[in-house]
Every structure is written in structure tokens, then in C-alpha cells.
């Protein structure tokens, strides 16, 4: 199965600042990654899909690029309701596999 | 817009089966377009795939877990079930079902529900 593997595992920064991160496939998966946003107690939500496509209702500020092994999300200038944590997933591949995880803290 | 309301049991006993619901209300259960899905996440290992179950009843499972899963289907009730078998502490998880949206990727989940395997 595709691994795929998150960096870093806890990013800490402050509200305004930009976040960066990073999920590596270990195979291409052209560019069928997307990303998710879960908060305690939530289930994970769904912020990009397909490399750069935001879903319904997504703010601008979230965008993503890549593509065969190595993808980013970026969220431009970060809001109080962005910190939380970030799983990249792809579907280029079964069984669909999830990246373990980024948390983004509030510095 | 869809909802997917999970139910069943929080708590099963080593060896036991675990066995789970989703309601979906929202109008797209029969479309072609969707799977229905579960998903786990464990603790410590995160997001898990289980498998899903398409509106003709066919089905798919992670290789992982394909030899202890049965997804099923209640069209008549816009309901589809995941039955766990043989379940050990590590099946210790909160379980959501997920729709495989327009996209392909997971866009609509159920609440989630904790469920713990212990005697």
C-alpha cells in the first residue's frame, strides 16, 4: 500500500503566520492527494482534493500544490479556527491510505 | 445535503463482533456517483480505510482487515453496516462511515463513534 508520510509532526506558530506542510507518498500518486482538517471531537474535514482544488466552502487561504510523491499545504495567513490538526490522503491507489498527521498549535 | 447519523454499540467484548450503522438522509443514497464507507482511527495509528460498499452491493475491503469485515446495505432504509469479527483491543478505535463524494474523496462523515474492545 501507499505510505504516506507528514511533516512535520507538530508545526507551532502564531495567528497571521503562514503554515507550511508537507505529506511525501512513497510511490507517485499523479496528483490524486487531498487534505483534511480535523479538530478534537470532529470528524475530519474535507479542505483540498486532487493536489489544489479547494471543496465547498473552504477559504482561500487554504491552497495546495505537488504533484507525483511530494505535496504542500498552504495556509497563507493563519485564523484562531486553523489551528488543528492536518492528514494528507490519496486515492490513486487501494486500499486509500491517510498520512499520519500535523498538528498545528498556536506558539 | 447529506447526513450520515452512525449508531451501535460503544463497547465489545474480545472476539466478539463489532457492528455498526449509518444512516444517510440528504437524498444520495441510490446514486452512482457515491461509495459509502468506514474509516477508523486508532489512537495512536491514525486513519484507517476499512472498506465500502457501492449502491449495487458490491464491495471492496482493505487487504488488512478483509478476512474479518462484511459491509453491508439496507437500501430501504438509506442504511449501510459494518460488522467487525473476531475483534481484539487493538480494534480499539473511533469509527466513522464516510461518502466518497463527487470528488473521490471523503466529503461527507458520520459523528464518529468510540468503540472499545474489552471484557
Known amino acids: 500500500e501507499v505510505v504516506l508520510t507528514q511533516s512535520p509532526a507538530t508545526l507551532s506558530l502564531s495567528s497571521g503566520e503562514r503554515a507550511t506542510l508537507s505529506c511525501r507518498a512513497s510511490?507517485?500518486?499523479?496528483?490524486?492527494l487531498g487534505w483534511y482538517q480535523q479538530k478534537p471531537g470532529q470528524p475530519p474535514r474535507l479542505l483540498i482534493y486532487?493536489?489544489?482544488n479547494r471543496a465547498t466552502g473552504v477559504p482561500a487561504r487554504f491552497s495546495g500544490s505537488g504533484s507525483g510523491t511530494d505535496f504542500t499545504l498552504t495556509i497563507s495567513s493563519l485564523e484562531p479556527e486553523d489551528f488543528a490538526v492536518y492528514y494528507c490522503?490519496?486515492?490513486?491507489?487501494?486500499?486509500?491510505?491517510f498520512g499520519q498527521g500535523t498538528k498545528v498549535e498556536i506558539k | 445535503q447529506v447526513q450520515l447519523q452512525q449508531s451501535g454499540p460503544g463497547l465489545v467484548k474480545p472476539s466478539q463482533t463489532l457492528s455498526l450503522t449509518c444512516t444517510v438522509s440528504?437524498?444520495?443514497?441510490?446514486?452512482?456517483?457515491?461509495?459509502w464507507n468506514w474509516i477508523r482511527q486508532h489512537p495512536t495509528k491514525g486513519l484507517e480505510w476499512i472498506g465500502y460498499?457501492?449502491?449495487?452491493?458490491?464491495?471492496y475491503y482493505n487487504p488488512s482487515l478483509k478476512s474479518r469485515v462484511t459491509i453491508s446495505l439496507d437500501t430501504s432504509k438509506n442504511q449501510f453496516s459494518l460488522n467487525l469479527y473476531f475483534v481484539t483491543a487493538a480494534d480499539t478505535a473511533v469509527y466513522y462511515c464516510?461518502?466518497?463524494?463527487?470528488?473521490?474523496?471523503?466529503?461527507?462523515w458520520g459523528q464518529g463513534t468510540q468503540v472499545i474492545v474489552s471484557s
Open positions: 464516510a461518502r466518497d463524494g463527487y470528488n473521490d474523496f471523503f466529503d461527507s
Open positions: 440528504g437524498g444520495s443514497f441510490s446514486s452512482p456517483v457515491h461509495y
Open positions: 460498499i457501492y449502491h449495487s452491493g458490491s464491495t
Open positions: 510511490q507517485s500518486v499523479n496528483t490524486f
Open positions: 486532487d493536489t489544489s
Open positions: 490522503q490519496q486515492r490513486n491507489y487501494w486500499p486509500r491510505t
